[in-house]
């Protein structure tokens, strides 16, 4: 449990929660949909988008509060002790854009309080959060949503979105994020 599953393991068991979710009364897995579920419970300001019945959704609250509860269990008690193992060719290229510390997934020099007054954060934290909104609320729906559930259920919405997610993500790695990192 301390090491990440083999795809052969967790690949087929996430594509197995299409149908069991559809079997179990035809519910739609995606994440995104509970930041709406949660302001439609809390914000009562009479805001079209938030009126309707959000406690017929109430599952996926359950849902999203077990992925954070099970994120909590893996860093607390399945840890892996060996230390992080990063290709030589990335190790050269994170150290040429200014990142040296890797001794955690999330590395000090662009993910800490102190990295909070470069520039290159404030972009990639605060410029990466409202895009990853903006992009899931644009596409009505997540990666997750549109994926797994959508593409599983011949959605041509969703083999567009993925497609785009796709595109996005190779030219934001291969391009924009190394121009981010020169920052400094």
């Known amino acids: 449990m301390s090491r990440p599953w083999p795809w052969w393991v ?13 079997l179990a009364g035809n519910k739609r897995l995606g994440v995104s949909s509970s930041l709406r579920h949660i302001c439609a419970a809390l914000i009562p300001a ?3 988008f938030f009126k309707y019945d959000w ?14 509860a099970g994120g909590l269990v893996a860093v607390s008690l399945l840890k892996n002790p060996e230390p992080i193992q990063v290709n030589a060719n990335l190790l050269a290229s994170l150290n040429n854009s200014k990142v040296y510390d890797l001794s955690s997934l999330l590395p000090s020099d662009l993910f800490s309080w102190a990295a909070l007054s470069t520039a290159r954060a404030w972009i990639l934290l605060v410029g990466g959060g409202f895009l990853v909104g903006f992009g899931t609320r644009y596409a009505g729906g997540c990666t997750s949503g549109h994926a797994i559930m959508g593409l599983s259920t011949l959605q041509w919405p969703s083999l567009v979105a993925t497609v785009c997610f796709m595109a996005g993500g190779f030219l934001t790695a291969n391009l924009l994020i190394p121009f981010i990192l020169k920052l400094g």
Do not use: T
């Open 46 to 48: 009479g805001i079209p």
């Open 10 to 22: 967790a690949g087929p068991l996430l594509g197995l929660s299409v149908p069991l979710l559809l």
């Open 55 to 68: 406690k017929k959704e109430a599952w996926n609250l359950f849902f999203a509060a077990g992925i954070f």
